[in-house]
Structure formats: C-alpha cells, structure tokens
C-alpha cells in the first residue's frame, strides 16, 4: 500500500505563513506528478499547485505569486510555502501523489487525510 502524511497545518493570522509538508510511503516504485488540493466548507475541492518530479510547478491563477510548491524526490515529499495567507485560503489541504507501485502497473493517485489551515482576520 501506500500512504501519504501531510503534516504543518494549523492557525495562523492573515498575512501570516505557512508550510506544509507531504511525505509519501509504502510500495512506491516511481512518483509522477505530487501537489495540493484544498477544501472549504461548503465548496468543491479545488486545486492549488503540482509539481512535476523534474520541478515544473502548476498554480491554480489565485494563488500564484504567494504560494510555491516545491519537492524532495529523495525523500518523496512535497512541500507548500504559503504566504500572505487570506481568510479564503482556510481549508482543508489535501495532498496526492501519482504513484506507480510496480513495473507492472500503471500509476495511481493516492490522496492523504488532509490537513486544516485556519487563517484569522
């Protein structure tokens, strides 16, 4: 199997910063594609950012210029700079990565549990 742990999530206050971490684990042969997607109440998921394993990054248009995300392949881990976080950036942030768990098989997304971010006025 595999999991993914995300992991930095809490309160902060607008204009604040953040950093999320994601690590992969489990029977991982290859990782594609890693990124965030979030979560308010009331709204559909919505994506934030990918990154390629080579580094090319994918912004949703709200959120380029304060968020980066970037990724460790050694280490399986996709990280998520936030900064001058806004009341709407609260949600619950979700990570996935698209794994590949056997020469055999083709890849398939693998999602964590999600981790929440509040953002005080």
């Known amino acids: 199997q595999v999991q993914l742990v995300e992991s930095g999530g809490g309160l902060v206050q607008a204009g604040g910063s953040l950093r999320l971490s994601c690590t992969a684990s489990g029977n991982i042969v290859s990782i594609n594609s890693m990124g965030w997607y979030r979560q308010a109440p009331g709204k559909q998921r919505e994506l934030v950012a990918t990154?390629?394993?080579?580094?090319?990054?994918n912004y949703a248009d709200s959120r380029k210029g304060r968020f980066t995300i970037s990724r460790d392949n050694a280490k399986n881990t996709v990280y998520l700079q936030m900064n001058s976080l806004k009341p709407e950036d609260a949600a619950v942030y979700y990570c996935?990565?698209?794994?590949?768990?056997?020469?055999?098989?083709?890849?398939?997304?693998?999602w964590g549990q999600g981790t929440q971010v509040t953002v005080s006025s």
């Open positions: 990154v390629t394993p080579d580094g090319i990054a």
């Open positions: 996935y990565g698209r794994v590949q768990r056997s020469r055999t098989l083709w890849y398939n997304d693998y």
